[in-house]
């Protein structure tokens, strides 16, 4: 790894722990000396970045200290490129056509050298051999709107079997599957949570009225639902 490059990961990791983290910690996650970190540290701090901290205690970033947006090593160009790529493969309409934006956006800033490197990054997501996501009838960006504002959704839907129902959801989440996507929500009409795949909603009618509790709660809390429902699967399989 370049200095350049490593003195700037010493900045992300100490960004991204957010709390006094100690050099040990930070040494090993960087596959570095402590030696070569402290130096390192010092070196940073010598150039105005508000490191507080010393040597077997830890060592924190100061509120309100960031980096210049865009500075990406190689490793994150490759990470940003190889999203982008698998949105422009599986994401809807509006999503592949903003993927290919923000490929423009991000292109436009970097040095010729990296944005090459960005261009050219050899990381690909293919969708060969993979089965055509079933179309849906509804708008997927109707649907993430819905979420951001947390308004309400009324759908008509079907499930496997061709049962039809109407229900009203308070949309979590939108779930692009190999092979499916999936509108997370509360259900009302179930009084809990339900996956509804966008391809068997048969119509869709974005409310007025939003959900008041907040989504990433009900989020967590579906989550912390999902994790349980897994382990025990799991646990039931092994005894089996």
């Not at 129902?165 to 949309?171: A, H, L, Q, T």
Request: glycine share 4%; net charge negative; charged share 30%.
């Amino acid at each position: 790894m370049r200095r350049a490059d490593r003195l700037l990961q010493i900045v992300q990791v100490l960004r991204r722990y957010g709390r006094p983290v100690t050099g040990d910690a930070i040494a090993e996650e960087l596959e570095i000396s402590v030696r070569t970190l402290y130096r390192d540290i010092v070196s940073l701090q010598s150039t105005g970045v508000p490191i507080r901290g010393e040597a077997g205690v830890g060592y924190v970033l100061e509120e309100g200290y960031d980096l210049p947006p865009l500075m990406f090593n190689s490793d994150e160009l490759e990470a940003v490129m190889m999203g982008l790529r698998h949105v422009q493969v599986r994401g809807d309409d509006q999503l592949i056509r903003t993927a290919s934006d923000v490929i423009a956006k991000i292109a436009a800033v970097l040095s010729p050298d990296a944005r090459n490197e960005f261009i050219e990054a050899p990381l690909y997501a293919p969708d060969f051999g993979v089965e055509p996501i079933p179309s849906a009838r509804i708008e997927l960006s109707d649907v993430r709107l819905a979420i951001r504002q947390q308004n309400k959704l009324r759908i008509d839907y079907a499930d496997a079997s061709g049962v039809a129902s109407e229900r009203i959801i308070w949309p979590l989440s939108l779930t692009f599957f190999a092979h499916s996507r999936m509108i997370v929500s509360w259900c009302e009409l179930r009084q809990d949570f339900r996956a509804f795949r966008t391809d068997r909603v048969e119509h869709m009618d974005v409310m007025e009225e939003r959900y008041r509790e907040s989504r990433i709660a009900l989020r967590d809390r579906w989550w912390k639902i999902e994790l349980a429902r897994r382990e025990r699967a799991a646990a039931d399989a092994l005894k089996d």
